[in-house]
């Protein structure tokens, strides 16, 4: 008891020293990453909404609609995206794009490239954009404001014309998605009200898959009476035909441009040449029907009140980004937003769709926009973990839930359709990850622990119709214990044999993870053993040129035994023969998006050994990185900087992960590491917040690397366990622009004012129960990770996850 108060005391006297933001959420910067492929969404979204309402533009990376670039032009404002993706442009259905001045009603320009429209530009070169958490506007150059909420099914949308507007008039487009996939469109207009009901099919983005959507929408004045719309018609292409209420009244084709187009009254006050007329548009989305879309708009926007709805997304995402608090003094105010925007995005997907899912009726929690586990299995659920259990705890619901229906969990989910599978079947490290940390919790949050362990069991054991798609090739890998390179079946495409291997070695570690804990002993034994299945595509022979010393390396392995080769440089940038590994790359050489020098996080000391112990492994980490093998853009590479922990020379992971940040991080608009299509947002969000927090995630584990924060004090509020835990800094000094040198060292942890176990990771437990974690900051390097038993991170082969 006595000791209790103290920690109550010691909590409370730093958090009076410390410089705390109270409304985080007001510093997101929504625009990095928002040009140059960085593919970043920065519209309007609640945490996880169906609903991202936003700018579509011309742009050459138009996957999530949006560009910073000024001087591409804009198409329309539309209802749904995605953020960060590569692959086909996802989503972008339904866009309204406002019209001031056509000369009549059949000749506005209704197509998206006739209609398509500059930003204003502002004085200092910037597109007249601006956005804050749950919000988005633009000045266009037409003159007219647009300005865009959400709720998790409905979109707002206000369209203020000039005040000498005449005759305001909206597009409604139907038809052209981001890839321009439509078919079966309908659409009606009612001619009343100016209520526009449709839908369409379309293609998904990332695999073979269709979806159908379904829209309706309604409009209203901003301080007055609307009315019926003026004039109001059916378009094709650039023809509006007046008084039409149905495309099905034009002659229309396969591909055809279709939507609706309505002209309203202006403003009754606006004959004063001062008040502008302003259109409220409340839009409804349903993957169900229509119906369902003009319920989901009525329900949540039930008075169009835009000013409410913009602030109660703003809450939502403040009390979210407040469960994570900083100290910010002697920080950069750069470092500070970086923080807070990367952990914004962490939250704008997987989308929560629950209730939309046409495919099967269910009362479970529905999640979509899984773009994919393999991208996010690595850091976004462990920082979930942290913060937001209740929804990671719907997501793995909605997981199991497909696997129910589908037979197997999901991979890479978007738009209600199965994209395909990268590296591996990665919700099993998902659901391993969620199991490891909230087992005496799981029945609190609703998830089932057989089911669950059901769900992981098939995803490891019963080959799928289509492992492209979902599950693995389970039948050679059960027999070879790994993924031949020759063999040939019909169920899948014989690419990305060695990745494969990998993540599947990866999954079968989290299960065996989840059978300890279910004291499922043969299990254990069982899913180890295939955990350790890596080794059996390690070549020891083979070597890289520029590399003397570094021997041995992941290869491809025939059925019959023998090893295969690919050279070591393939796919990265000292890759003579320049070849990508890429979903759509001629795959032949077994890996996906990562060279061979590619590593296995659940046992390193068995790498190490495998590489000829501590020294060689540090110069091996040092070659990785200083000839550009590391890739901070590819997933398998993310763990590379922080990998020295393992030789007990944290030190190096501190200045290795800071270099990282400062060459690949900032807050301008092509402030990401997006070199390239693959920084599915939340990965790359997730991963940039983990080095600014000083930590590094094991998921599936109980363990956090541990290393310095870029704040003298940062703390985790966890909801679930109404508990915060606090890391100190004690001798922070700032933090080194370039990454190296500094005060940023761990040289000593404590834990509630106990010496801690090692200065290198924390377990789990300091977490749930709500400790003060002290660090002791030095300048020196050579700092270690202690000297006890349990100082250096766990591994496999060294019974590091032997015990529960
Ligand atoms: C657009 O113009 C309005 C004034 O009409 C101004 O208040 C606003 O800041 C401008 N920019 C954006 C992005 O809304
Ligand atoms: C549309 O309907 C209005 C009202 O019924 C009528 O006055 C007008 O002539 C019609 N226009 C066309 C092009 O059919
Ligand atoms: C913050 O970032 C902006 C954009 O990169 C840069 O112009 C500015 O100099 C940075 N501020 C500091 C203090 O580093
Ligand atoms: C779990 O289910 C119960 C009963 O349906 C419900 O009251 C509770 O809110 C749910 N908890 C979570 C975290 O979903
Ligand atoms: C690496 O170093 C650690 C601690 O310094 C030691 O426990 C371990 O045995 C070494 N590993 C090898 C393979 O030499
Ligand atoms: C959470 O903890 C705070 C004190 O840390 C306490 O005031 C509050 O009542 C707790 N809430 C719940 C729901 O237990
Ligand atoms: C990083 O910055 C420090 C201090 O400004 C400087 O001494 C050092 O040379 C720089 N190092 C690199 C690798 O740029
Ligand atoms: C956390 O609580 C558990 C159970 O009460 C205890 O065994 C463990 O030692 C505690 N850990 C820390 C770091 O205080
Ligand atoms: C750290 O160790 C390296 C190599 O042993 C040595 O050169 C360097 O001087 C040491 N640095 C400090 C600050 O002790």
Same mark, same amino acid.
């Given at each position: 008891?006595?000791?209790f108060?103290?920690?109550?005391i010691t %909590? ?7 410089a ?6 007001s510093?997101v910067n929504?625009?990095?990453g928002?040009?140059?492929g960085?593919?970043?969404f ?7 909404g169906?609903?991202?309402v ?9 996957q999530a609609?949006y560009d910073?670039?000024p001087f591409?032009?804009v198409?329309g404002?539309?209802?749904m ?6 692959g086909g ?5 339904f866009?309204i794009f406002?019209?001031?001045?056509c ?6 320009p209704?197509?998206i490239?006739?209609r ?6 502002r004085a ?6 601006s956005?804050?958490p749950?919000y988005f ?9 647009v ?27 139907l038809t052209n998605?981001?890839?321009t996939?439509?078919?079966? @469109?309908?659409m009606t207009? +009612?001619p009343?009200?100016g209520?526009i009901i ?9 695999g ?7 829209t ?5 004045? +901003? ?10 018609g059916a378009?094709l292409g ?22 609706g187009? %309505?002209?309203f009254?202006? &403003?009754p006050?606006s ?6 007329s ?10 169900i029907?229509?119906?369902?879309a ?11 009140d835009?000013e409410?709805?913009?602030q109660?997304?703003?809450?939502e995402w403040?009390?979210?980004l ?15 937003v970086?923080l807070?925007?990367?952990l914004?995005r962490?939250? $704008?997907?997987?989308?929560d769709?629950?209730?939309?899912n046409?495919k099967?009726?269910s ?7 899984l773009?994919c ?8 659920y462990?920082?979930?973990?942290l913060h937001?259990p209740?929804?990671f705890s719907r $997501?793995v619901r ?11 969990l ?6 209600t ?14 659901l ?5 940390k909230f087992?005496e919790?799981a029945?609190a ?7 669950l362990?059901?769900? %992981?069991?098939?995803?490891a054991?019963?080959q799928?119709?289509n492992w492209d798609?979902?599950?693995r ?7 070879l ?5 020759d063999?040939?079946e019909?169920s899948g495409?014989?690419t ?5 291997? /990998?993540e599947?070695? *990866? ?8 059978a300890?804990?279910l004291?499922?002993?043969?299990d254990v034994v069982k899913?180890q053993?295939r955990?350790?299945?890596? &080794? ?6 083979i ?6 010393g570094?021997?041995?390396? =992941?290869?491809?392995?025939l059925a019959n035994?023998?090893?295969? !080769?690919? +050279?070591?440089?393939?796919c990265s940038?000292?890759?003579p023969?320049?070849?990508?590994c890429f979903?759509d790359a001629?795959?032949?050489?077994g *890996?996906?998006?990562a060279?061979?020098l590619v ?8 790498l190490?050994?495998l590489q000829?112990g501590?020294?060689? !492994? ?5 070659f990785? $990185?200083?000839?550009g ?10 763990? $590379?900087?922080y990998?020295?922990h393992?030789?007990n020379?944290?030190g190096?992971?501190t200045?290795?992960?800071r270099?990282?940040i400062?060459e690949h991080f900032?807050?301008t608009?092509?402030?990401?590491p997006?070199?390239?299509v693959t920084c599915m947002?939340g990965? =790359? ?5 983990f080095?600014l927090a000083g930590?590094?995630? %094991? ?9 310095s924060?870029?704040?003298p ?5 966890? @909801?679930?366990f ?7 800094a004690?001798? !922070?000094?700032g ?10 060292f761990?040289?000593s942890?404590?834990v509630n ?5 090692s &200065? ?7 977490f749930t129960n709500?400790?003060l974690?002290e660090?002791q900051?030095?300048s ?5 990770c202690?000297t ?7 591994? /496999?082969?060294?019974g590091?996850?032997?015990k529960?």
């Amino acid at each position: 008891m006595e000791k209790f108060l103290f920690y109550l005391i010691t %909590l409370s006297i730093c958090a009076a020293n410390a410089a705390v933001l109270q409304n985080p959420a007001s510093i997101v910067n929504l625009f990095i990453g928002t040009t140059d492929g960085g593919n970043v969404f920065p519209g309007a979204t609640i945490p996880h909404g169906l609903i991202k309402v936003g700018m579509d533009t011309e742009s050459s990376h138009p996957q999530a609609g949006y560009d910073s670039n000024p001087f591409v032009p804009v198409t329309g404002f539309s209802q749904m995206h995605d953020s960060g993706t590569g692959g086909g442009v996802p989503l972008s259905n339904f866009k309204i794009f406002p019209l001031d001045s056509c000369s009549s009603f059949a000749e506005c320009p209704t197509d998206i490239f006739s209609r398509a429209t500059q930003r204003k530009i502002r004085a200092d070169g910037t597109a007249d954009d601006s956005a804050s958490p749950g919000y988005f506007a633009s000045n266009l150059s037409t003159g007219i404001r647009v300005e865009l909420t959400a709720t998790r099914r409905a979109a707002l949308h206000r369209y203020t014309f000039p005040a000498s507007s005449k005759h305001p008039r909206l597009v409604v487009d139907l038809t052209n998605d981001g890839g321009t996939s439509s078919t079966n @469109p309908t659409m009606t207009i +009612d001619p009343a009200s100016g209520r526009i009901i449709g839908g369409a099919e379309f293609a998904a983005s990332f695999g073979p898959g269709r979806y159908s959507v379904f829209t309706c929408m309604d409009f209203k004045g +901003d301080g007055y009476t609307l009315g019926s719309p003026t004039e109001f018609g059916a378009y094709l292409g650039s023809s509006p035909i007046k008084n039409t209420t149905n495309i099905n009244q034009l002659y229309f084709g396969f591909g055809s441009e279709l939507g609706g187009l %309505l002209t309203f009254a202006p &403003n009754p006050k606006s004959s004063n040449g001062k008040t502008p007329s302003t259109i409220l548009a409340r839009v409804g989305v349903s993957f169900i029907s229509t119906t369902q879309a003009c319920q989901n708009a009525a329900s949540e926007l039930p008075d169009f009140d835009f000013e409410k709805t913009r602030q109660t997304s703003f809450n939502e995402w403040n009390e979210l980004l407040s469960r994570i608090q900083v100290d910010t003094t002697g920080v950069d105010q750069n470092t500070t937003v970086l923080l807070y925007s990367s952990l914004y995005r962490t939250h $704008i997907s997987p989308a929560d769709y629950t209730g939309e899912n046409p495919k099967w009726t269910s009362t479970e929690p529905y999640y979509d926009s899984l773009y994919c586990n393999w991208d996010t299995y690595r850091t976004l659920y462990p920082l979930y973990s942290l913060h937001d259990p209740v929804t990671f705890s719907r $997501i793995v619901r909605g997981m199991i839930n497909i696997q129910q229906h589908e037979g197997w969990l999901p991979e890479c989910r978007g738009a209600t359709a199965q994209n395909f599978i990268q590296g591996g079947s990665n919700a099993d490290p998902i659901l391993g990850e969620f199991f490891v940390k909230f087992n005496e919790h799981a029945a609190a949050l609703n998830v089932s622990a057989s089911d669950l362990y059901t769900a %992981l069991l098939a995803d490891a054991e019963v080959q799928p119709p289509n492992w492209d798609l979902q599950g693995r090739q389970a039948n050679v890998w059960k027999s070879l214990g790994y993924i031949p390179s020759d063999v040939w079946e019909p169920s899948g495409t014989n690419t990305k044999q060695v990745s494969r291997t /990998l993540e599947h070695a *990866f999954g079968d570690f989290a299960i065996s993870q989840v059978a300890q804990i279910l004291g499922k002993a043969d299990d254990v034994v069982k899913y180890q053993k295939r955990a350790s299945n890596f &080794n059996n595509v390690w070549d020891p022979s083979i070597t890289v040129p520029g590399g003397p010393g570094v021997k041995g390396m =992941m290869q491809p392995r025939l059925a019959n035994g023998q090893f295969g !080769f690919t +050279d070591p440089r393939h796919c990265s940038i000292n890759d003579p023969t320049s070849s990508t590994c890429f979903l759509d790359a001629h795959n032949t050489d077994g *890996f996906y998006e990562a060279s061979p020098l590619v590593y296995v996080p659940q046992d390193t000391a068995k790498l190490i050994a495998l590489q000829g112990g501590n020294q060689s !492994f540090v110069s091996r980490l040092d070659f990785i $990185i200083d000839q550009g093998y590391f890739d901070v853009s590819d997933e398998p590479s993310q763990q $590379i900087p922080y990998m020295y922990h393992y030789a007990n020379k944290p030190g190096l992971s501190t200045q290795r992960s800071r270099q990282v940040i400062a060459e690949h991080f900032d807050v301008t608009p092509d402030g990401l590491p997006g070199n390239d299509v693959t920084c599915m947002s939340g990965a =790359m969000a997730s991963y940039a917040f983990f080095y600014l927090a000083g930590m590094y995630p %094991l998921p599936a584990t109980k363990q956090y690397l541990l290393s310095s924060p870029y704040f003298p004090q940062i703390s985790f509020f966890n @909801p679930l366990f109404n508990s915060t835990t606090t890391i100190k800094a004690n001798g !922070f000094k700032g933090n080194p622009k370039n990454g190296t040198g500094g005060t940023v060292f761990v040289q000593s942890v404590k834990v509630n004012g106990q010496p801690y176990k090692s &200065n290198c990771y924390l377990d789990w437990d300091v977490f749930t129960n709500g400790s003060l974690v002290e660090l002791q900051l030095t300048s020196n390097i050579n700092v270690t990770c202690g000297t006890g038993p349990n100082a250096l991170p766990p591994s /496999l082969s060294t019974g590091g996850y032997s015990k529960p």
